[in-house]
């Protein structure tokens, strides 16, 4: 038998930590430029790549052009921008800067940069924080800018000014651990791939939001109440549910205005006030929106405008502001006791996400006959607010504050964050999403190890969790990250609750149980998703499917429609989540045998009214619909065939058809979510679903096909020459590679992250069997004609990971696998290696085994090929 050596170029390095529960903390230091990429009216820019204050750069406006300097971090970094001043000449000793960021370098191009994002209650609205300096020293942001690469200084004071600047960056507040010093590891003998699972360990780390670490966006005095600066307004959590009322406060506009809303849905846009004052002149503007500037999808739309010229309105003084908002009279604003102006209200009578969709150019707009009052402030102003007070008709106090103690935070749900999060996207929406976990939770646990971070998107929201008078409901899709645990469940603060997030949110906690063996969380959830399992099932039909309608039917990808009726994945993803149940109720923390059989035959029964009625014979694929059945879903057709509900005889044929996703317009065959010909859909490339797609192949012992779809889809993230290069996965991509709607695209997106744990359990070849790694297998499955060879470590809950290497050679094929103590693993030889087999040696001596040899410890299996 022919001796088999690895000559694998490098070793395996050692981790900072071996796990998060073990942690180091990261050494806390400022977040600095890796170089210059250009400058206008700035000398000596290049001291702004270092940490250092004994130097500086001078960015001047002595002539047309103001100074800026335009920096590059190599990658996407996040954190609280700070600079730390040297020293200004200006008349007042004052001046101002703008601190402008941007993921892709289209943005930073722009003003505003690639903001602003005026949906996530307590990030920061605007991408461009204005810094208004007034001598030597430290200057910080109040929120976090959490995911870009460029960043732009520029001194906008206006006459003769100049300012020394010795730092410009971020005090970091997320992980900034090397991705290749991570609890998990992964390289192979193709650079891109290795590089593609880096990028989603990056993309990890930037979402994973550590509990109490996001500031506030109000600041709050004793004395003058609550300080805004720049962010929309938020909406008080408990008054959702009010119709007629009076609202009045004290406001002081410091530098621009100031903005309030009445009947707003927290969450949602509304009627919107903005008063501003600009020299010497105030004006009322009403809006119907988040904020008074746009982003690319949440358009505000000005309605009317009126110059206060009854009251003396100046900067810095209080003002007593009322606004009465009765029936759907028009609402009425008078300030220190004289109306100043009347608006109407509208007349469409939209409620909910659909008022999203009212077009900016559409004559009129929607009617909200109850919400909540919101208060904040429009772009670049800077205001106070106190002594806020709400009245019904009947003089009765609805709701009641001074603005001037921290627990004002917890009524507009803007606390720090009380738990760990992982966000959906660290630019957008910033916000910890359940359902974007189904793909990036598993990247988590194969390479940063921070399960802690799913553990608080799933525990809040549970907590938030409302059954109906029978205990059945829908799981919240997510929870905002500001909201006080401690106070009570009616709130109204933002919300989604849909069949499907419900369902992705089981999947999750199955797969979080799974990698972490954590019994207590599962044991925590186990009503709620019985709750959730009997709330579906009741919307099961007498055919023996799922028919669902209304807001019950939203789902994540917002761009294709909803899916009424009886959706073939909506079933597939009950099927999935009925299988995921049945085995969460044999677990040792719940012993639900009952369950765990009803479950079974439950999903066993759903599966045979899918074969039987979502199969379309004329098409040769699932509908996707009931009523949409033109088209091939991608999404879709991978959970049929990762989950065995389509006949096993399909499988070939299905993944055949995922060819026809393939424009011939679109760069290296990526696949779009539908097929060209589906009616309705935009043309999108999804990671999301493609790393199910990648997955369904792997599975069914097509590798080179996953292959070619993971480059073609993930390749436009790893080009180091694209101006939208960030060391990060997107959320999104055009059929060109580009970011799909530019730069609202989210360029460091939690479902964007499958190429890591894809990489991880497939090309590695290591995952869970028994909840926490008590069982795996090693089976890597990528073809082992392209890849030469492969290594890493997985992450485990005892603290040491699971090491694997091996490689492929003209003469056979090696594998070395090192597992902590108390672990069983098993070692598959892949088919391709088991096909050509000549001889077998286990540690050293010749076997006649099967393809699966089980070990513990520490295995190695060498393959000599005929």
């Not at 400022?30 to 820019?45: D, E």
């Not at 905002?480 to 603060?493: A, N």
């Not at 939208?724 to 997107?730: D, K, L, Q, R």
Request: charged share 20%.
């Amino acid at each position: 038998m022919a001796q088999l050596e690895f000559s694998i170029p490098s070793t395996i390095p050692e981790p900072f930590s071996p796990n998060y529960l073990f942690a180091k903390d990261d050494i806390p230091e400022f977040l600095v430029p890796k170089r210059v990429h250009s400058f206008v009216n700035t000398t000596s820019a290049n001291s702004l790549t270092t940490p250092r204050l004994d130097s500086y750069a001078t960015l001047d406006n002595s002539t047309e052009e103001s100074g800026s300097v335009t920096l590059d971090y190599g990658f996407a970094v996040a954190g609280i921008p700070v600079l730390y001043i040297h020293g200004l000449d200006a008349p007042s000793n004052k001046a101002l800067i703008d601190f402008t960021v941007s993921e892709g370098y289209p943005g930073i191009t722009k003003g505003e940069g690639d903001g602003p994002y005026p949906f996530s209650a307590g990030a920061d609205t605007s991408r461009r924080v204005r810094f208004r300096v007034s001598g030597p020293g430290f200057y910080e942001a109040k929120c976090v800018q959490g995911s870009q690469r460029w960043l732009k200084v520029s001194l906008i004071t206006k006459g003769q000014c100049s300012v020394r600047i010795s730092l410009v960056g971020f005090v970091p507040t997320t992980s900034n651990i090397p991705t290749d010093r991570l609890p998990g590891y992964f390289q192979c003998s193709d650079e891109t791939l290795s590089e593609l699972w880096g990028y989603g360990a990056r993309t990890l780390q930037l979402n994973c939001v550590p509990a109490r670490s996001i500031p506030s966006p109000w600041q709050v005095s004793e004395d003058m109440g609550i300080l805004v600066d720049s962010q929309r307004c938020n909406a008080y959590g408990w008054g959702h549910s009010w119709t007629d009322y009076n609202l009045e406060f004290d406001g002081m506009i410091i530098e621009g205005g100031l903005a309030w809303m009445v009947r707003v849905s927290p969450g949602m846009p509304g009627m919107l006030f903005q008063l501003n004052v600009e020299d010497g002149k105030a004006v009322i503007e009403q809006w119907f929106g988040y904020y008074n500037k746009p982003q690319i999808t949440l358009v505000p739309k000005l309605i009317a405008s009126v110059e206060v010229r009854e009251s003396r309105i100046a900067e810095g003084e209080w003002l007593r502001i009322r606004t009465g908002c009765i029936g759907d009279a028009p609402v009425s604003i008078s300030i220190d006791g004289t109306q100043v102006a009347t608006f109407k209200q509208g007349g469409l009578k939209v409620e909910g996400f659909a008022s999203l969709a009212v077009p900016p150019d559409h004559p009129d707009f929607p009617y909200f006959p109850k919400g909540s009052i919101a208060i904040g402030a429009g772009q670049d102003q800077l205001c106070r607010f106190r002594n806020l007070v709400v009245r019904n008709p009947n003089n009765e106090v609805l709701y009641e504050s001074g603005l001037n103690t921290p627990a004002v935070l917890g009524d507009f749900g803007l606390k720090t964050n009380q738990f760990p999060f992982v966000f959906d996207g660290a630019k957008r929406d910033r916000y910890p999403w359940t359902a974007d976990i189904i793909v990036g939770g598993r990247s988590a646990y194969y390479s940063t190890a921070g399960s802690e971070y799913i553990r608080g998107n799933i525990v809040a929201s549970m907590l938030r969790f409302k059954g109906d008078e029978t205990g059945r409901g829908l799981l919240p899709g997510g929870v905002p990250p500001g909201r006080d645990f401690t106070r009570d469940l009616t709130d109204g603060f933002f919300n989604i609750e849909t069949i499907n997030y419900s369902l992705y949110l089981i999947l999750v906690i199955h797969d979080y149980w799974l990698y972490t063996g954590d019994e207590a969380l599962v044991k925590f959830c186990w009503d709620r998703l019985k709750s959730c399992i009997a709330y579906v099932s009741a919307r099961v039909n007498k055919d023996g499917l799922v028919c669902a309608e209304g807001f019950d039917v939203g789902d994540y990808d917002y761009y294709n429609g909803l899916q009424t009726g009886i959706s073939t994945k909506r079933n597939a993803l009950f099927i999935a989540s009925l299988k995921a149940c049945a085995h969460i109720a044999v677990s040792p923390g719940i012993s639900d045998k009952a369950a765990a059989e009803a479950y079974t035959i439950s999903a066993m029964s759903i599966v045979d009214a899918v074969r039987k009625h979502c199969f379309n014979a004329n098409s040769g694929h699932y509908d996707i619909t009931d009523t949409r059945t033109e088209g091939f879903q991608q999404e879709m057709h991978a959970w049929l065939i990762l989950k065995h509900i389509c006949k096993e005889e399909q499988i070939p044929s299905l993944l055949d058809k995922f060819g026809s996703l393939v424009l011939p317009s679109t760069i290296n065959e990526a696949p779009l979510s539908f097929s060209p010909d589906t009616p309705g859909p935009p043309p999108v490339i999804s990671p999301i679903m493609s790393a199910f797609h990648i997955q369904a192949a792997l599975q069914e012992g097509r590798p080179a096909e996953g292959e070619r779809v993971l480059r073609s889809v993930f390749g436009p993230m790893a080009d180091k020459s694209s101006e939208h290069f960030t060391g990060t996965t997107w959320e999104f991509l055009n059929p060109d590679g580009t970011p799909f709607k530019g730069d609202f695209c989210s360029y460091a997106q939690l479902f964007g992250a499958g190429p890591t744990s894809i990489l991880s359990q497939y090309a590695l070849g290591v995952e869970p069997l028994a909840p926490g790694f008590k069982e795996f297998r090693i089976w890597p499955r990528f073809d082992v004609n392209g890849l030469n060879w492969a290594q890493g470590r997985v992450p485990t809950p005892v603290g040491d990971g699971i090491v694997v290497k091996w490689q492929v050679f003209k003469a056979g094929w090696l594998l070395e696998a090192w597992a902590p103590p108390g672990l069983d693993g098993i070692a598959r030889i892949p088919d391709q290696v088991w096909d050509r087999k000549q001889n077998i040696s286990v540690d050293g001596k010749q076997a006649g085994v099967g393809f699966e040899v089980p070990f513990t410890k520490h295995i190695k299996i060498a393959v000599t090929f005929k």
